[in-house]
């Protein structure tokens, strides 16, 4: 049976890499070296789309602050790296799970088990964003589909509903002017070129889009108070390597030894009230307060 023509081979994520042709004939040494080139000029290309980026951080910030969530929706590699950097979020930034989401193609089963085939339905993927609850209730939530190549329907449907009610859709792709590009509030879209092994988006277009996400919810997480400075105050202190871990904050943050900082800890039941306690000379529900007051914000509170 012949398949459908659908233009695939004019995206430069399918295209045909010239300094790769002869991958297979090289030592092992000189393909690893290729691949490393090649890896290279992905932080250069996301680089070019840091202006979108930046928006699209503030953007979902305000809609935080309003109660609203972000959804990550995608199929194969890049529903994956969706699902990877919500499921990221809440130990990281001790943040509800529901604050930031991923949706694959496929369902979960989808993570281990490849399910090409359920990423070619528009309806399936709209329908699989309201099964989740998006916008429910009025919330100002917020849309990021992701897609290497930038056409994929399921992704389409998904965004083209949220378009449809109002809410922030943005586009993340490594091709310029794609089909999600035209649908999507903001488009983000570093042009990561023809892969290693041709049509291989895991590769350098994978790494681009990891990155990208880091910079969305690390970027966000900082505009809403759960970073103070660089450190990580919002860690949730779950297992003996993050009990130490929020011990060496609260020592880092405030100056006491690490027995003071374990007992901060202890007393306060979080980083960032412990440092607050501290630094304010106040009994915890005088720090809850400030702290609440502030946002959350750790730095507000202390100015």
């Given at each position: 049976m ?12 399918e295209t ?12 092992t ?12 000029t992905?932080?250069l290309?996301v ?7 930046a ?8 809609r935080f ?11 194969g590699?890049?529903?994956r790296?969706?699902?990877?950097d919500?499921?990221e ?5 001790s943040v ?5 989401q991923g ?11 490849s399910?090409?085939k ?23 939530d917020?849309l990021?589909g ?12 998904a ?25 999507a509030?903001?488009?983000i ?5 023809p892969?290693v092994?041709?049509g291989?988006?895991r590769?350098?277009a ?25 450190l ?6 779950t297992?003996?390597?993050l009990?130490d871990?929020?011990?060496r904050?609260i020592?880092?943050?405030?100056g006491?030894?690490?027995a ?13 009230l ?28 202390l100015?």
């Open positions: 012949m398949s459908t023509d659908l233009k695939l081979a004019t995206l430069t994520t045909r890499n010239p300094r790769t042709t002869e991958i297979d004939q090289v030592s040494l000189e393909m690893l070296t290729i691949i490393n080139d090649e890896d290279q992905v932080p290309a680089g070019n789309e840091l202006p979108q980026i928006r699209a951080v503030d953007e979902i910030a305000a602050a309003r109660g609203g969530r972000l959804f990550y929706i995608g199929a590699t890049s529903g790296l969706g699902v990877l919500a499921s979020c809440p130990p990281t930034f509800p799970a529901t604050l930031v949706l694959i193609a496929g369902g979960d089963s989808a993570l281990r088990k399910s090409e359920s990423e070619d339905s528009k309806e399936q993927g709209a329908a699989d964003l309201l099964a989740h609850g998006f916008g429910e209730n009025g919330l100002p917020t990021v992701i897609a290497a190549s930038g056409r994929t329907p399921y992704v389409i449907g965004m083209e509903q949220s378009k449809k009610m109002g809410l922030l859709t943005i586009s993340l792709t490594c091709v310029a002017a794609s089909a999600m590009a035209r649908v509030d903001i488009a879209a570093p042009v990561t070129g892969e092994v041709t291989s988006t590769l350098k994978g790494t681009a889009t990891k990155l990208v996400l880091n910079m969305l919810s690390t970027g966000v997480m900082i505009r809403t108070g759960a970073v103070y400075g660089n990580m105050v919002n860690v949730q202190p297992n003996d390597k009990v871990r929020a011990e904050i020592a880092e943050a405030t006491v030894d690490r003071a900082s374990a007992e901060l800890l202890k007393e306060a039941g979080s980083v960032k412990a440092i607050a306690m501290q630094k304010l000379d106040l009994d915890k529900e005088a720090a809850e307060t400030k702290l609440k007051a502030a946002g959350g914000s750790l730095t507000r509170a100015a």
